[in-house]
Nanobody, 126 residues
Framework: QVQLVESGGGSVQAGGSLRLSCAASGFTYSSYRMAWFRQLPGKDREGVAT????????YYADSVKGRFTISKDNAKNTVYLQMNSLKPEDTAMYYC???????????????????WGQGTQVTVSS
C-alpha cells in the first residue's frame, strides 16, 4: 500500500513562495509518476503538475506554468512543488498523488492516479 505524506503548506502573501513536499513509501515500483493536485471546497480537483520518476521532466497546468516547478529526489522517494509568485487564486488544499502508470490524456486528471495523500492547505492573501 502506497502512503503519501505532504508537508510545507501554510499562509503567504501574494507574490510570495512556498515549497510543498510529498514523501512516498510502501511501494516497490521502479518507475512511477507523482503529481500535485489542488481543490477548493465545492470545486473540481485541478491537476497542477506531474513528474515521472525516470527522466524528471515536469508537465504543468497552464495556470501555473512559469511560476511552479515540480522536482523529485528519487533517493528519498520525495516530490516537491516549488511555488513562486503566488496569487490569491492559488489558495486551495494541495494533494499529492501517485500511480505506477498514467496514460497521457490523464496526466493532470485525478482519474489517472490511484493513491492520494491527506492534503496540505495553501492560503495566499492579497
Amino acid at each position: 500500500q502506497v502512503q503519501l505524506v505532504e508537508s510545507g503548506g501554510g499562509s503567504v502573501q501574494a507574490g510570495g513562495s512556498l515549497r510543498l513536499s510529498c514523501a512516498a513509501s510502501g511501494f516497490t515500483y521502479s518507475s512511477y509518476r507523482m503529481a500535485w493536485f489542488r481543490q477548493l471546497p465545492g470545486k473540481d480537483r485541478e491537476g497542477v503538475a506531474t513528474i515521472y520518476a525516470i527522466g524528471g521532466v515536469g508537465y504543468y497546468a497552464d495556470s501555473v506554468k512559469g511560476r511552479f516547478t515540480i522536482s523529485k529526489d528519487n533517493a528519498k522517494n520525495t516530490v516537491y512543488l516549488q511555488m513562486n509568485s503566488l496569487k490569491p487564486e492559488d489558495t486551495a488544499m494541495y494533494y499529492c498523488a501517485f500511480a505506477s502508470f498514467v496514460p497521457g490524456p490523464l496526466l493532470l486528471n485525478g482519474r489517472g492516479y490511484r493513491y492520494w495523500g491527506q492534503g496540505t492547505q495553501v492560503t495566499v492573501s492579497s
